[in-house]
C-alpha cells in the first residue's frame, strides 16, 4: 500500500472538568460554573458526534464533576446564583441588585451577551467596570423590569445556540427578547435540569456505540506527583521555595485515584482504561499507583516527552513540528506490567483552545487538517502513530462565534472521510497497536512549562500546602487516638453522625477535596478572577469542616484570606528614562517614545492558562514620566488606524490617592476632565442620598490631551498626588460602543512606580 493511502491515526481528548463548588458547610452550590457549562458545552460537545460517527473521540471526565452534574440533575440543588434568579424581581433587595449587577453578566461580552441585543443593553448600562463603587453608582440606571430581564439573560445565554434553537421554548424565549415575565423563569429552570440530567446518559450511550472512549482523573483532580512528594517540584525549579512541612502522602494519591475509579465505574458500568492526570502532570513515582487502579493509558504534554529524552523538540516558524518521536505511542514497565503514555501535541491543542477562534471557521479548520497532514508526510507507516489534541473541552467554547459549533462542524466534517486521518479513542488505537516505544523515565512535570509552579512556591500556595498538612496530621493522630465509642459522643463542634467509620471517612473526604488543584490555581499570581475570594473561602471551608468531624475547634488561622484581595500586575517593561513627548495624537519621532514602559493587555479571568480577546480597540498603552508630568499614548490596532468613531477611556487611579482621568475621543477632538473622590455632601431638600457612598468631584486640575494615529495624554504628577518613587495602582476602562467593552487588566490592577530623584542616574548604560 502506497504511504499515501495509510491514515495517521487522530486522537482527540476533551477534558471535562469543574472543581467543586458546593460550600462543605451550607451545601450550597456559591458559583454556577458546573450547571452553566452543563447546558452550554457538556452535552452538545458529545452530542454534535451523532452527525459525525467516524470521528472517535476520548471524553476525560472528572470525578468530582460527575458529583455534581448528578446534584444538578437531581432538580434539588441549592445554588446561590439560581436562588438569586427565582426571585421575584419586585422583591429584590439592594444586596440581590448588586449581586445580579456583578455576577450576571459574566459571559463572554462578545459573542455570549452582544448577540443578545437587550442583554449587550443592559451590559452598555452597567458599563465595563465590576468594582463595588461603580456597581453602587449603577443601580440608580435599572428598573425592576431590566432585573427581571437580567435575570433572564444571564441563564439562557448559557444555554448552548444549537440547544436554544432545537427546543420551541427556548427560542421563544430568546425571541421575546425582553421584557419577560416571572413565570419564565420556571421554563428556563425546567430545560436547564433536563439538559443536565441528559449529559450522562449521552455519554453512556455512546460509549457503548464505540463513538467515544471514556476516562477519568483521581476524584477531586489534585496534582499527584505534588502529594506524593512536595519535593517532585525541585526537578524542574531548583531554586524554588517549598512549604515549611515536606508533604509526602502517596496513600492519599492512591485513595484519589481509587475513588475516581470507583465512581467511573457506577456512573459508566464499567473501569476506566485511561486517564488524564490532573493538569498532565505526572512524575515516575506515581506510575505503580495509577497501574494499581487498573489504568491501562495516561496522557501529559509533549515537554513531559521531550525532558524525559532529553530530546528537544524542533518547530518551524509556523509551528510545525518536525521530531516525528512525539506521535509515538510509549510505554513505562510499571513491576513487570505495562502502562502506555501518549503525548498532546502542544501546538495543535492550543491553537484550538486558544487562537482559532480569531479565524474563520473553515478557514481554522483547513489550518488545523494541513498541519495534520503535515505530520502524516512525517512517517512511512502513519498507521502506526498517533497524534494526540487533549485541551479543556468546556471554557474555549465562549470565545468563538456560535459556541464553536461552526468550527467543530468545519473540522468534523473534513475529518470524517478524510483519505489520510483517522479519529480513534486513545483506547482504540493502542489496542490496535502492539508496539510501544520504551520510556525508562518520567520527568516530573505538568503541561504547564513542564513545571508545578502554578500551584506551589509562591507564598499563597505554600501557606495553602501548610494548612492542609496541619488539618491531615490532626486527623491522623484523631484517628490513631481515639477509642472506638468517643467519636459519636463528642457533639461540641459539630452534630453526630451514626457511626465513627462514617465521620472518619467525611472527614478524610475533606482533606482530599482540600487537595484539589483548583484552590492553588488562583492562589498566587499566576490566575486571577472575579471569584478569587469565594475559591479562597471553600479551600478553608473544606478544612474547617475536617476538624468539626473531628470534634475540634478549626485553627483561627482558617478564618483569614489566603489569598491578596486584590491583584496587582507589573508591566514586563517599565521606563527607562525620562521622556518629553509632544502631545499632539502622532509619534512625532521614533525617540519621542522609545524610553517609554508598555502595558501589554492583561487578561486575568479565564480558568485556562492562556485567554483570547476578540473586538479589541487598542494594541497597547505606553507611559512614561517627565520630572513633574505622567505620560500616557493609546495605540490602536494596526488595522483600525485612523479610528475615526466616538470612544471614551477611563484611567482609574486608586493609589496614591482616588482619581478618575475621563477622556471622550471624538477623531481629533478630544475632551478629558480630572475628578477625585470626597466624602459625600448633603443632597438640596427632597433628593434622596445614596447612603454611605462618597462622590465624584470636579479636581480643577488640567490635563493635556490629543488623538489622530494615537491618543497621548500627560498631566502633572502632583495632580494625581504622586510623589518621588511612589507607587501608582490603577486600571482602564474602555468603552468603544458597539466595538467593544473592556477592562485593562479584566480584575485588579496595574503596579507602576514612580521616577525617584535618582531616576536616570541609577538607569544610565553606557
Known amino acids: 500500500m502506497d504511504r499515501r493511502d495509510k491514515r495517521l491515526n487522530v486522537a482527540f481528548v476533551w477534558h471535562m472538568h469543574q472543581p467543586l463548588y458546593k460550600d462543605p458547610l451550607t451545601g450550597e452550590y456559591v458559583m454556577p460554573w458546573v450547571l452553566l457549562h452543563a447546558t452550554k458545552d457538556y452535552f452538545d460537545m458529545a452530542a454534535i458526534l451523532e452527525e459525525f460517527p467516524a470521528v472517535h473521540q476520548t471524553f476525560n471526565v472528572v470525578p468530582c464533576l460527575i458529583e455534581q452534574i448528578n446534584d444538578y440533575a437531581s432538580g434539588r440543588v441549592n445554588d446561590a446564583y439560581r436562588n438569586v434568579t427565582l426571585k421575584p424581581a419586585a422583591g429584590l433587595d439592594k444586596d440581590d441588585k448588586l449581586f445580579l449587577l456583578k455576577n450576571f453578566f459574566q459571559a463572554n461580552w462578545e459573542n455570549m451577551i452582544r448577540p443578545i441585543p437587550g442583554y449587550w443593553e ?40 444549537w440547544i436554544r434553537s432545537q427546543d420551541a421554548e427556548l427560542g421563544g424565549l430568546l425571541k421575546k427578547g425582553r421584557s419577560y415575565a416571572e413565570e419564565d423563569k420556571q421554563t428556563i429552570v425546567k430545560k436547564q435540569t433536563a439538559i443536565a440530567a441528559g449529559i450522562l446518559r449521552k455519554y453512556a450511550e455512546l460509549s457503548e456505540r464505540g463513538i467515544i472512549e471514556l476516562s477519568t482523573t483521581p476524584y477531586y483532580h489534585p496534582i499527584m506527583p505534588l502529594l506524593y512528594d512536595s519535593f517532585s517540584a525541585k526537578a524542574a525549579m531548583p531554586d524554588v521555595i517549598l512549604p515549611k512541612e515536606r508533604f509526602s502522602h502517596p496513600e492519599d494519591v492512591r485513595a484519589q485515584l ?9 456512573t459508566f458500568g464499567m473501569k476506566p482504561a485511561g486517564m488524564w492526570p490532573s493538569e498532565g502532570s505526572v512524575s515516575h513515582e506515581i506510575l505503580p499507583l495509577i497501574r494499581q487502579a487498573g489504568i491501562k493509558w495516561i496522557a501529559s504534554d509533549e515537554e513531559i516527552l521531550s525532558n524525559s529524552l532529553k530530546r528537544p523538540l524542533r518547530r518551524d516558524t509556523s509551528g510545525n513540528c518536525h521530531d516525528a518521536f512525539l506521535y509515538k505511542p510509549y510505554a513505562v514497565d510499571v513491576n513487570g506490567e505495562r502502562l502506555s503514555i501518549v503525548f498532546r501535541d502542544h501546538m495543535l491543542s492550543d491553537l484550538i483552545g486558544f487562537d482559532y477562534a480569531k479565524m474563520n471557521p473553515d478557514d481554522a479548520a483547513d489550518d488545523f487538517i494541513r498541519r495534520l497532514t503535515h505530520i502524516h508526510g512525517l512517517f512511512e507507516e502513519p498507521e502506526k502513530q498517533i497524534v494526540s489534541i487533549i485541551l479543556d473541552g468546556e471554557n474555549a467554547w465562549e470565545n468563538f462565534i456560535n459556541d464553536g459549533r461552526d468550527f467543530l462542524r ?83 463542634f459539630t452534630p453526630p453522625l451514626q457511626t465513627r467509620e462514617g465521620r472518619l471517612k467525611e472527614a478524610w473526604s475533606e482533606i482530599y477535596a482540600a487537595e484539589g488543584s483548583d484552590w492553588f490555581w488562583w492562589y498566587g499570581d499566576d490566575h486571577s478572577s472575579q471569584s478569587d475570594e469565594q475559591f479562597d473561602v471553600l479551600f478553608r471551608k473544606h478544612l474547617k469542616k475536617a476538624y468539626l468531624l473531628m470534634g475540634k475547634e478549626p485553627p483561627m488561622a482558617l478564618d483569614i484570606p489566603i489569598s491578596s484581595e486584590e491583584k496587582g500586575f507589573k508591566p514586563a517593561s517599565t521606563p527607562t528614562a525620562f521622556i518629553k513627548p509632544v502631545i499632539d495624537g502622532d509619534v512625532t519621532n521614533y525617540f519621542e517614545w522609545l524610553a517609554a514602559g508598555r502595558l501589554e493587555r492583561i487578561m486575568t479571568s479565564s480558568s485556562m ?16 514620566f517627565s520630572r513633574d508630568s505622567i505620560f500616557f499614548r493609546l495605540d490602536y490596532l494596526p488595522e483600525l488606524i485612523p479610528y475615526e468613531k466616538d470612544w471614551k477611556f477611563t484611567i482609574n487611579i486608586v493609589q496614591p490617592s482616588c482619581t478618575r482621568i475621563s477622556a471622550g475621543i471624538k477623531g481629533g477632538s478630544p475632551t478629558v476632565s480630572v475628578y477625585k473622590k470626597q466624602a459625600k455632601v448633603e443632597p438640596p431638600q427632597g433628593i434622596e442620598p445614596l447612603q454611605g457612598e462618597d462622590e465624584w468631584v470636579a479636581a480643577g486640575v488640567n490635563a493635556a490631551i490629543a488623538s489622530g494615529c494615537v491618543v497621548e495624554l500627560g498631566l502633572r504628577l502632583d495632580d494625581i498626588d504622586v510623589r518621588p518613587a511612589g507607587e501608582i495602582r490603577f486600571f482602564i476602562n474602555i468603552e468603544a460602543g458597539e466595538r467593544c467593552v473592556e477592562r485593562w487588566p479584566s480584575k485588579g490592577v496595574i503596579i507602576i512606580d514612580a521616577p525617584s530623584a535618582d531616576f536616570e542616574d541609577e538607569n544610565w548604560l553606557v
Do not use: M
Not at 615 to 624: E, H, M, T, V
Open 609 to 624: 492558562h492562556k485567554d483570547v480577546q476578540k473586538g479589541c480597540l487598542l494594541d497597547a498603552i505606553l507611559y512614561g
Open 410 to 492: 468545519a473540522l468534523y466534517s473534513k475529518l470524517s472521510d478524510h483519505p489520510q486521518l483517522k479519529c480513534v479513542t486513545v483506547g482504540e488505537f493502542l489496542d490496535s497497536a502492539p508496539y510501544r516505544e520504551e520510556l525508562k523515565w518520567l520527568y516530573p512535570g505538568s503541561w504547564i512549562s513542564h513545571n508545578f509552579k502554578i500551584w506551589i512556591g509562591h507564598h499563597e500556595d505554600n501557606a495553602a500546602w501548610d494548612y492542609i498538612a496541619e488539618a491531615r496530621s490532626a486527623l491522623v493522630r484523631f484517628e490513631e487516638t481515639l477509642a472506638p465509642d468517643t467519636l459519636t459522643a463528642e457533639k461540641k
Open 122 to 161: 443592559l451590559l452598555c448600562r452597567r458599563g465595563p467596570s465590576n468594582s463595588p463603587d461603580d456597581i453602587r453608582q449603577a443601580l440608580r440606571y435599572f428598573s425592576v423590569q431590566d432585573y427581571l430581564d437580567l435575570q433572564i439573560y444571564f441563564n439562557l445565554a448559557w444555554i448552548d445556540p
Open 258 to 266: 481509587e475513588k475516581g475509579v470507583r465512581l467511573h465505574e457506577e
